[in-house]
């Protein structure tokens, strides 16, 4: 049995809800209840009773349980005695943001100099889950975007960005200097799969419902408007095809670009990855 599905069995059993589960884990439901048919396969019996009320442990599905936690807990304590027996301090680090942002080339090399001798990890995240797999223990801490469900994370503001809608350079509003999220009423506009955050999803949709294309990463955003002529936000100041447009919007609070880690996580090297994120934004 995988460990990945382990993870997965365990969030599922303790929401006892496919769908809470998949909010946690920050992905869709779909691929997690496949895993979780596959660990039935594996187990040769059901390990949940599923009802149109929810989901409940079979014996079995609570048996694996007690053993999935003491395995999983075991693993992350070999990866960590490894790691120390080896003499390799690593730090794994989730990025949601454009790679061509200065600050995030200053950090690394910041960080670099800091700790020459660290095993540095990084995974891109796609725009579906805001805390780039901290939550679901991928990540040791995130560079991203608020706003996001907070409860057992710090996050700490690096920058602060303005918002605009970006369009198609011949839409008729790109003419304009300025616009409103008003002005955008009646308009398709790109959205996040089922599961995101929904404060993340709530800020990037101009706080109310909308009816467009589910798009994961900011490429899909782009083509999305290209072709479709889909409407969306995106933090300004960032380089668009000569085919796009971004006309900044008056009455949308600006994008936080955080740093943000597990409250209970004592690893001193995020704290010196947050205090170095700190001083390289500032610049």
Not at 21 to 45: C, F, T, V, Y
Not at 207 to 233: D, F, I, K, Y
């Amino acid at each position: 049995m995988e460990l990945r599905n382990l993870r997965y069995f365990v969030a599922v059993a303790e929401e006892l809800h496919f769908g809470r589960a998949a909010a946690r884990l920050h992905m869709s439901q779909p691929p997690l209840s496949r895993a979780i048919k596959g660990l039935e396969a594996e187990a040769g019996a059901p390990l949940f009773a599923r009802s149109p009320a929810g989901v409940t442990l079979t014996p079995v599905g609570a048996v694996l349980l007690d053993e999935a936690r003491s395995l999983l807990d075991h693993a992350d304590r070999l990866r960590l005695r490894v790691n120390a027996a080896a003499g390799v301090a690593s730090l794994t680090i989730g990025i949601l943001s454009d790679g061509t942002d200065p600050g995030v080339a200053r950090l690394a090399a910041a960080f670099r100099r800091r700790h020459p001798g660290i095993d540095i990890r990084i995974r891109d995240t796609d725009l579906s889950d805001p805390t780039c797999g901290l939550r679901a223990g991928r990540v040791d801490v995130a560079l991203t975007r608020a706003p996001f469900e907070e409860t057992a994370l710090t996050v700490r503001t690096l920058r602060t960005d303005p918002v605009g809608v970006v369009l198609r350079a011949d839409d008729p509003l790109a003419r304009h200097d300025r616009l409103r999220l008003a002005d955008l009423s009646g308009r398709h506009w790109f959205r996040f799969p089922p599961g995101t955050d929904p404060l993340w999803q709530a800020y990037w949709n101009g706080g109310s419902p909308r009816e467009g294309p589910v798009v994961r990463a900011v490429q899909e955003c782009r083509q999305a408007v290209l072709w479709n002529g889909t409407v969306g936000l995106a933090p300004l100041g960032h380089d668009l095809p000569a085919e796009l447009a971004a006309v900044p919007l008056t009455d949308m609070p600006p994008s936080r670009v955080v740093v943000v880690w597990k409250e209970d996580d004592t690893n001193p090297l995020i704290r010196s990855f947050a205090e170095t994120a700190t001083a390289a934004y500032r610049r």
